[in-house]
């Protein structure tokens, strides 16, 4: 009697890595490499004065560095990652919408004005974007809610403060922190913490890749809770976790966060 055959292997996600020369992107194509059962590098995308521009990925000679990323699109791909600037990241939004190409944006600093813009893009196709592509994270903030809450149903809320602090390498230019943000907008939802962006304590320190915190002050003690990534290789295998489930998740335009990847985990 003959074993039922399996099932075909799905093949692997076509990915373009915008952004694919600077620090997380050249993890993202390193970690990317690791898995081609998973993942297949098409190309990568870089501005058209960058020194690599033209050529073969230092780190990954079978792939192609781009400035155009329209006309890296039309030869196959079905996700673009993008680690760049907010502005080149709308442009590259715009180029994948009409592409059809879905995203997974981790750019951070992006004002509210560009992410209304995101959001509009996302009714075309599905674009993920998170300020930070930890899962770590969401462990965190989510534990940070269930802390406020309780703190409230004990009736110590009124008598609680909320600070936030957040620690990174002295060349990140966004301040404070898309996370730090979305730790105190977890606040806001939870319990209506309102803790403004000029009252969030952020320090610039040699390389420090990002430590969270958030430190609720109560009557007669203390309540810390901190995440520190401690390789910037977690954010790089975040994002590729979220490649890898994509097209099995998201299959209608949209605009998702990390929230919504849980989410349909826990399904």
Partial sequence: MSRPSSPPAAPPIRLVVSG???????LIVEEAGRDPGAFRLVGGVESAGHPQAGKSHPAHPALPVESDLGALLKKGADLV??????????????????GRVPMVIGTTGLSPEQVKRLK?????????????????IVIARRAIGAVSRLLFQFGLGERARARISE???????D?????????RDEL?????????????????????IGIHSVTFDCPAEKITLTHEAT???V???????IARNFRRIWTKPGGYGMDDFVTALQK
């Fill in 167 to 173: 620690t990174h390498h002295t060349q990140k230019k």
């Fill in 81 to 98: 990652i993008e680690f760049t600037t907010p502005e080149a990241t709308l442009a590259h939004a715009e180029t994948a919408a009409k």
């Fill in 188 to 208: 806001l939802k939870e319990t209506g913490w309102l803790i403004r962006d000029e009252e969030i304590e952020a320090r610039r320190e040699g390389e420090v």
């Fill in 235 to 241: 954010f790089a295998q975040g994002v590729l976790v």
């Fill in 120 to 136: 509009a893009l996302s009714r075309q196709v599905p674009i993920f974007w998170s300020p930070n592509m930890s899962l770590g």
């Fill in 20 to 26: 694919c020369c600077g620090r997380m992107g050249s």
């Fill in 175 to 183: 301040s404070p922190s898309g996370t730090a943000k979305a730790l």
């Fill in 231 to 233: 390789d910037r290789r």
